[in-house]
């Protein structure tokens, strides 16, 4: 956790331009706390006639699914600064470039959730600042 | 929102099938009066031997996973008409052309969604009419 | 349901491989009674440029996303068993094999849910059990 899908154009991100994204996207979640490794990022290249925006094929459109599974909050303030920080995060890579660009968050239980064989440590636990200190699972 | 995965055998829709496939989707939630552009249908080519069925390759199933953001229900009623509603719809595009198919719909929370860097309106709103008038998202 | 997604490097499994594994998700659902044919098990090679584990390429990673639909718990006890019982089963296939993993599984509405047209039975109905006996959906 968590987990980002990025459904984007065939070509719309070079290697370099992945990175930069990941990267941005890792920093909002290390900068709360969470692991390096716990953030992953999947890219999929969609082309236009398997990408329909409105039931039209859409060859400038990436679609963004995240699943969030180490922090929930109850908090309208907080998941409006959520959804509104990731989606400026995201507008360099999407509308500033002319990609439109839809963004969904899910959560999911933290109590089915495992990580190399271990069960992850509580949110802002020893062990989890260990982790992050370590950018690595280890035994606890 | 809606977000539709439809994971399929490859060469099981050529373009114009998808496109006649996700016009119909589209039609569903048009038709409760959802902006046009809401609907994303994703086609993913599976091959049978990334393609398992109860443990063995299948090489004429299809699997489709929706995502429901912008509407949820609790009315039973209203879950057995949108469930049946959409194999309905399906059926002409798998079983009837011997194609296995099944379906699922999961709903994740409206507060944790973005369209263009802007929060959707809320359901019903006078804005929403608007987003399905112009079929484009606008600030408001 | 349940419906499994395996993001793993181009290369890591053979048609054997995932044979394999994905018989030994099937056993572990169907020792609980369900039918066989309710094991999906979808395969997805990802690039290690598109595929990154805290904002780098990794290119000996799994993640595994599961979709439970037909069977909820509330016990905390049975939910360590599922998510534990899931890593041990993916391990030899994964961590033992020098690939890191990760997987987490998601819950989604069973009233929500089509197979072939019809909506699944309850669960431990004799529907359900009929459906397991002839490992295929039949009218009921």
Known sequence: MP??????PPGAYDPGHKQRLSADVTGFYTRVGLPKFYVIVLFHEVAADSFHVGGEPHGQAVRVVV?????????????????????????????ERGL????????????LWMIDGLTP????????????????????
Chains 1, 2, 3 share one sequence.
């Open 3 to 8: 987990l980002w899908h990025v459904y984007h």
């Open 67 to 95: 699943e969030h599974i180490a922090r929930h909050t109850q908090d309208p303030r907080h998941r409006r600064h959520t959804r509104e920080t990731l989606a400026a995060l995201l507008a360099p890579h999407t509308t």
């Open 100 to 111: 439109y660009c839809e963004l969904h968050i899910d959560e999911t239980p933290q109590d």
């Open 121 to 140: 440590p509580p949110p802002d636990s020893e062990t989890e600042r260990a982790w992050a200190r370590d950018n690595r699972p280890t035994p606890y």
